[in-house]
């Protein structure tokens, strides 16, 4: 709590038109006295704070001018968690300290507790802040069945805790980890960069970077098709446009030329989106434009079709992964398959597309 009384016996007096002498006077102190209380030299008794708070009409609270936080576990755990993403270490400690004696057993508080600590930590270079962080993330394990406020699992803990391996010189035990909660590759991208970087074991870091590739690559298409259909949806068919171009020509710095892989039906779905777009836009030549690229890829894969990552850029792996799709078996079929679904909101797509079959 943090009280505020010398700033607001100051502003209550000037409020209402008073000098300090005639506060003085009402009060029955001396104007020094007035003064060392609006300057903080001194504070008034408490009998003299509740004759000031009757005098100017208002509560012995709003006087003092009290802040009295809210301590509630939540309240707590989204102040530590604002802390850490603001990167406020001052008083790390002691608002862990506070935190975890009103709350040791509540997931979120100690969750962000030991999050606060390592980001102290790792950024201070401090030792204390890393081991008590490690305490506090092995202890928020156990605890983490219990329903939290934000998007918390297991793996986010698991990412922590190997990073706090990683600083205390622990690089094996950092690494085992990551591979021991590597469920569904979440971690494929970080055990690749460890073992190329820090362990220099370059064969082995191979697969974990080559399937961390594809995924990524897989995922960015999904969330810029997502961003896309959130901008037409407001009638940016700007943003969506430059979303869907920047995420073809992306997707094309991966193709390796003169061959074919599942990234070119990626290719094909983001060439119909920009004809799409651009019927939105009404640009009819750029629709034609887009839709004649699409179908050039989709004849060029159809001669030889291969869904395999085997010919994607920089992916290395043994047993190269396959990928599988609801568009059609063909990559002509993607095409006719979207413009048909989407036929009723881009009918000119859908009619120039038709136009294009029957010209070949």
């Known amino acids: 709590m943090k009280s505020d009384i010398s700033e607001n016996i ?9 000098t300090q002498e005639q506060l003085a006077e009402a009060m029955g102190v001396s104007v020094g006295a007035v003064s060392k209380w609006e ?17 100017f009409g208002t509560s012995v609270d ?45 997931f979120d508080v100690v969750y962000q507790s030991g999050g606060l600590l390592y980001f102290l930590g790792l950024e201070k270079n401090d030792r204390k802040a890393v081991l008590k962080s490690k305490e506090l ?27 706090i391996c990683f600083l205390l010189g622990e690089d094996e035990k950092g690494l085992d980890m990551l591979k021991d909660h590597n469920e569904g590759g979440v971690f494929d991208a970080e055990i690749g960069y460890e073992l190329a970087s820090s362990f220099k074991r370059y064969k082995e870091a191979l697969p974990y970077l080559s399937d961390s590739l594809v995924r990524n690559l897989t995922d960015l298409f999904k969330c810029v098709i997502g961003f896309a259909n959130v901008y037409s949806s407001r009638g940016e068919f700007e943003k969506a446009f430059d979303a869907v171009k920047t995420c073809f020509e992306i997707n094309e710095m991966f193709r390796i030329p003169g061959t074919v892989s599942y990234l070119d039906k990626g290719s094909i779905v983001l060439l119909v989106a920009c004809a799409q777009i651009c019927e939105s836009m009404n640009d009819e ?37 396959s990928a ?8 002509a079929d993607t095409i006719e398959n979207i413009v048909k679904w989407e036929k009723e909101e881009y009918p000119k797509t859908c009619e120039i597309w038709q136009e294009m079959k029957q010209n070949v």
């Open 324 to 331: 599988a799709d609801d568009f059609g078996e063909t990559a």
């Open 62 to 106: 709003s006087l003092l001018g009290y802040k009295v936080r809210n301590n509630s576990a939540a309240e707590t755990a989204e102040r530590l968690r604002i802390m850490r993403s603001q990167k406020d270490y001052t008083n790390a400690f002691s608002e862990v300290e506070k935190a975890v004696q009103k709350f040791p057993n509540n």
């Open 137 to 163: 993330l092995e202890h928020a394990l156990t605890l983490i069945d219990q329903p939290h406020a934000h998007n918390v699992g297991k793996s986010d803990i698991y990412d922590d805790l190997s990073g």
């Open 10 to 18: 100051k502003l209550f007096r000037k409020s209402r038109n008073f």
């Open 285 to 321: 030549k750029s629709v034609r434009k887009y839709l004649a690229e699409a179908k050039k890829v989709a004849e060029n894969f159809d001669k030889n079709p291969d869904d395999s990552a085997a010919n994607v850029k920089f992916y290395e792996k043994d047993v190269p992964a």
């Open 39 to 55: 300057n903080g030299a001194s504070a008034p008794e408490l009998s003299l704070v509740m004759e000031l708070a009757d005098f």
